[in-house]
């Protein structure tokens, strides 16, 4: 065995899209890559959306997503996959190289158990035999810290957690005792709190196993934590390429510095006043009476400042800010604004009510009507609350995409015609066109790559800063939650665990839960993951 | 969109569609003969005189198709039309308002619905007076009930988008979420029912009057000129038969065109743009 396993010599992949009504045409996707690793090593790719890792981890399977063109040569074990038979192709994938895909959710065949899933490419190459293959399952789900290795594997993919079905489809690529393993993003659709588990046992599986890897992800601090290097991608092209410690404390390209420092945000806290803007008083909320999503949240939101909202999925975040915007109706409690009871039903509020609340979504793509123009979904609220017409809209509109940093050219544009950043930033204009006094914000930085949710960041700050309006800032993201609050409300499973200013709420002593959400963010240093999980085993042995 | 890209089927619906609503448009510039003169005998076969020959009361059978086509391709369209404000809008609405508003509006449709249409036509019909306004409404109330199902079922999807929920929260009335959000994203999947809507309409007021109860002499729709020359076929005369190809040739030609219009929308690949 040669000291390569694997080497890509200027791979160069090409697509071709068919607009409607227009000519094919070809574009490039991916130009010039090339790289070696070594076996037992893990390389992590990293790059905003669009920046073609996934395509580049797929290549070495010889695989192009909706029929992409490869070209370049992809040596895996002194043979250039690009050149063997069909046949030679079948052999090599599932048995030399496997595949971990973002969402183990949609990956697996809801109807068939787990464990015929995970030892299906095995038998199926013939590399071992059925009950060989099952005591090899067995044994991995075991080194990835499922629970009950022994039974698990009879379950259905419905009847696991989306944590377990992820360390599951691990298993599954480890269990043909591959070469090489593609991670494709696996921690990305999980919650902080379930992907550290995840990520410590993919590492673990990784050191024992001794297989190579190549890790994507979009998440600096997650792939410091499982790769010896780091390859960072931009635009399909190769930006910088080197060991872990130097990409992250010594970067030598602007854009990783970038990378490397985004989230460093400079926001001072600012104390609570007399009169708060928004009060929540016992608020209880449930779902057709029967879930109960929120118990007796009680919180205050200060003119000019920002309440975090904190928790993982399903601890009723978005809940209660359905029930401050009125499309949920409490059980019990009130909601004050500005020292005001507010209607609780939507129907009930005036429209100076609705206007001094508006609301900023997660995902701008569906925030807007796709059939509208930026000048209407941005002068809409103009025209309706302050009944500005005509030649006054239009100049009003272009005021506020200068104030979103986005300028005039954009005002004709349809939804469609901008990127995932320019949207957010009109979905913001939009709702700053009604002057509201306060913004609730679901989310709005979740589906951006990390440098534009920086940039939406540091431009809500900014407008904080000149407006005066406050936020109730809805995320599962801890590092953002730093970045920008004046006071956080960390829930979990419908209630208030811990609730003050920030300098309180992240200072020791905590709770169980705020104590696991903390530490369960990836830091961007190594040796992280082992501290922490260190950490845990000694806490669980009872020191 | 160029010509080029317009499949062959769908370009053979598109002129021969064209073609069915030119000569209903121009009826009295193209038409020869009068439709409601005699001016030959029974039955003559097709001649240089009368191309397509004489009907069962010796009047030009080609005026009179191209007459008839002005009144059959007239009263569907105006009932699709209809039957489209209607259904589209009470669908919208019954989506958007929710709740008991919807509920009550979409099984008083089922109800509706479950009476066979042909026979709920024949009773009314036998009641009031078949004027062509009448018969225009008749078919426009039995056929809205399609078009707000298809309606309610688009606009459901839409309706669960955040920038409706948005434009909620903004305090939008009713109007503005049914025509300026939720209209625009459901348009293209009802233009291709359209088409579909129209065959439909034509092929029951064909039905209608052959039956009698549609279109009442000496007005004739291409149905009922078969009603009238049916008996010809004993004597092996095909007048009857022209008006039933007419019949065909549009509904399969606009049908093609529906097809084309369907596909191009549901295509995963951004047709819907």
């Known amino acids: ?543 | 969109m160029t010509l080029r890209r317009i499949p062959i089927s769908a370009l053979i619906g598109l002129i021969l569609t064209g073609v069915a609503i030119f000569v209903a448009a121009f009826a009295p510039f193209l038409a020869p003969y009068s439709p409601a003169e005699t001016v030959g005998d029974v039955w003559e076969p097709a001649s240089d005189q009368f191309w397509l020959g004489t009907d069962n009361l010796g009047r030009d059978l080609l005026s009179r198709m191209i007459y008839g086509a002005r009144i059959t391709i007239f009263i569907a369209a105006a009932a699709t039309a209809l039957s489209f404000c209607v259904g589209a809008v009470a669908g919208f609405a019954a989506a958007v308002a929710g709740g008991l508003t919807d509920q009550a509006m979409s099984r008083s449709v089922d109800l509706l619905m479950s009476i066979p249409s042909l026979i709920f036509a024949l009773v009314v019909l036998s009641v009031l007076p078949s004027t062509v306004l009448i018969l225009i409404l008749v078919m426009a109330v039995l056929d809205f009930t399609r078009v707000y199902r298809l309606a309610r079922a688009v606009a459901v999807d839409v309706n669960v988008m955040d920038y409706v929920e948005a434009a909620r929260l903004r305090g939008e009335r009713l109007t503005w979420i049914v025509f300026r959000e939720i209209l625009p994203n459901a348009l293209s999947t009802l233009v291709a029912e359209l088409g579909l809507r129209f065959i439909f309409m034509v092929l029951f007021l064909s039905s209608l009057s052959f039956l009698g109860l549609g279109v009442q002499p000496p007005e004739s729709d291409w149905g009922g000129m078969v009603k009238e020359n049916k008996d010809g076929i004993i004597f092996g005369i095909p007048a009857a038969l022209i008006p039933a190809a007419a019949i065909s040739v549009l509904a399969i030609s606009v049908n093609l065109v529906a097809d084309w219009i369907l596909r191009r929308t549901s295509d995963l690949k951004g047709g819907r743009s």
């Open chain 1, 1 to 543: 065995m040669t000291d390569t396993l694997l080497e890509v010599r200027n791979l160069r992949i090409d697509g071709t899209v068919r607009p409607p009504g227009e000519r094919p045409k070809d574009i490039n996707i991916v130009e010039g890559v090339s790289l070696t690793l070594a076996p037992g090593r893990v390389m992590g790719l990293i790059g905003e959306s669009g920046a073609g890792k996934s395509t580049v981890g797929l290549s070495t399977l010889r695989y192009g997503r909706g029929g992409l063109r490869l070209s370049g040569e992809i040596w895996l074990n002194g043979r250039n996959i690009q050149t063997i038979s069909p046949g030679q192709l079948r052999d090599l994938r599932g048995r030399e190289v496997t595949y971990v895909s973002q969402s183990a959710a949609a990956s697996f065949n809801p109807s068939i158990r787990l464990m015929d899933q995970v030892i299906e490419a095995t038998v199926l190459h013939r590399i071992m035999s059925r009950s060989e293959a099952q005591k090899r399952a067995v044994e991995l789900f075991g080194a990835l810290s499922l629970p009950e290795p022994e039974s698990i594997g009879s379950r259905y993919p419905h009847q696991v957690s989306g944590g377990q079905l992820q360390r599951v489809m691990t298993a599954m690529a480890l269990c043909p005792k591959p070469d090489l393993i593609v991670f494709d993003e696996p921690t990305t659709a999980l919650d902080v709190t379930t992907q550290i588990d995840v990520l410590a046992a993919i590492k673990t599986a990784i050191r024992h196993t001794g297989v190579a890897a190549l890790y994507i992800t979009h998440d600096l601090a997650v792939v410091a934590q499982v790769s010896d290097e780091i390859l960072v991608l931009r635009h399909g092209k190769m930006v910088e390429h080197g060991a872990v410690q130097q990409i992250i404390e010594a970067p030598r390209e602007e854009y990783t510095r970038a990378l490397v420092s985004a989230h460093s945000i400079p926001h001072e806290e600012q104390a609570a006043t007399d009169n708060p803007i928004l009060r929540l008083e016992d608020i209880t909320a449930s779902y057709e009476g029967k879930i109960q999503v929120l118990t007796d949240v009680t919180a205050e939101i200060h003119p000019g400042q920002t309440l975090a909202v904190v928790g993982e999925s399903g601890s009723g975040k978005s809940t209660l800010a359905r029930v401050v915007t009125g499309l949920l109706p409490p059980e019990r409690g009130r909601v004050l604004f500005d020292d005001q009871p507010l209607p609780p039903a939507l129907a009930d509020r005036s429209l100076e009510q609705l206007r001094e609340l508006q609301m900023i979504y997660q995902m701008a793509d569906v925030a807007m009507n796709p059939r509208q123009t930026v000048a209407t979904i941005i002068g809409r609220p103009l025209e309706m609350y302050f009944g500005i017409r005509g030649a006054e809209k239009r100049r009003r509109v272009i005021e506020l995409l200068d104030q979103i940093e986005m300028g005039e050219s954009f005002i004709d544009r349809y939804p469609a015609e901008l990127s995932g950043g320019q949207k957010q930033r009109v979905c913001i204009a939009r709702s700053l066109a009604a002057k509201p006094r306060m913004i609730i914000c679901d989310e709005v930085t979740s589906a951006l790559d990390p440098l534009v949710a920086n940039g939406i960041l540091k431009l809500l700050l900014n407008l904080q800063a000149d407006e005066g309006v406050a936020y109730m800032f809805i995320t599962h993201d801890l590092a953002t939650v730093e970045a920008i609050s004046d006071s956080i409300a960390v829930m979990y499973q419908g209630r208030l665990v811990r609730y003050g200013p920030k300098s309180e709420v992240l200072t020791p002593p905590f709770d169980d839960y705020t104590d696991l959400l903390l530490s369960s963010v990836p830091e961007l240093r190594l040796g992280w993951l082992e501290g922490v999980v260190q950490n845990r085993k000694m806490e669980s042995a009872g020191y």
